[in-house]
């Protein structure tokens, strides 16, 4: 069975960057026909979706956070990963990674993992 | 980017009920690519719907989808302990991937 699992640290500092791997288990990140994402939500907010990358590591990002966002991939540890720089308190969220179906360019997300709150605070 | 919407912001229902949620888009969703998904506090949110009305794997038929253009819903026939929790719709259909704001639906 498919699981995707959050880590990283608990909190950042305004001004540093965040960042975050979801280890994937139960299917190799290099099968084809998936992205792998990151979406997140803010308190008493909808979800956000922030970027992905495909099997084959090519990346496409929200342009709301384009400039400040870098997802990557570590196919050797079945990981992927988010970097997003230069955080507010805005940035302050629940952060998910989720598989995306490409299939057909049919584009929703599934599985999820349960997600990771970061807090940034001084 | 599409603004979806969803209405009401919260249903306050008993089991047993019908639910009926609204996703409203700002502008058409191509080829009605629009899903839902179902969130618990501490859970994974789990994917129920795809493409306007195709249940995921697993999603007992209780769960309906419909709709076009502007206009989705999803209904829940009759509502389990289970399905209280919060509701999102997600289009598809155009870059950036937009999501509502989520109905809440709770028991009475």
């Known amino acids: 069975q498919l699981q995707l699992q959050e880590s990283g640290p608990g909190l950042v500092k305004p001004s540093e960057t965040l960042s975050l791997t979801c280890t994937v288990s139960g299917a190799s990140i290099s099968g084809s026909g998936y992205y792998w994402d990151w979406i997140r939500q803010p308190p008493g907010k909808g979800l956000e979706w922030i970027g992905g990358?495909?099997?084959?590591?090519?990346?496409d990002y929200n342009p709301s956070l384009k400039s400040r966002v870098t997802i990557s991939v570590d196919t050797a540890r079945n990981q992927f990963s988010l970097r997003l720089t230069s955080v507010t308190a805005t940035d302050t969220a629940v952060y998910y990674c989720?598989?995306?179906?490409?299939?057909?360019?049919?584009?929703?997300?599934?599985?999820w993992g349960q997600g990771a709150l970061v807090p940034v605070s001084s | 980017d599409i603004v979806l919407t969803q209405s009401p912001g919260t249903l306050s229902l008993s089991p047993g009920d019908r639910a009926t949620l609204s996703c409203r888009a700002s502008?058409?969703?191509?080829?009605?690519?629009l899903a839902w998904y179902q969130h618990k506090v501490g859970q994974a949110p789990r994917l129920l719907m795809y493409?306007?009305?195709t249940r995921a794997t697993g999603i007992p038929d209780r769960f309906s989808g419909s709709g076009s253009g502007t206009e989705f819903t999803l209904t829940i026939s009759r509502l389990e302990p289970e399905d209280f929790a919060v509701y999102s719709c997600?289009?598809?259909?155009?870059?950036?991937?937009?999501f509502g704001g989520g109905t809440k639906v709770e028991i009475k």
């Open positions: 493409d306007t009305s």
């Open positions: 997600q289009q598809y259909g155009s870059s950036p991937f937009t």
């Open positions: 989720a598989r995306r179906n490409a299939w057909l360019a049919k584009y929703w997300f599934d599985p």
């Open positions: 502008q058409s969703v191509r080829s009605g690519y």
């Open positions: 990358i495909f099997y084959r590591g090519s990346t």
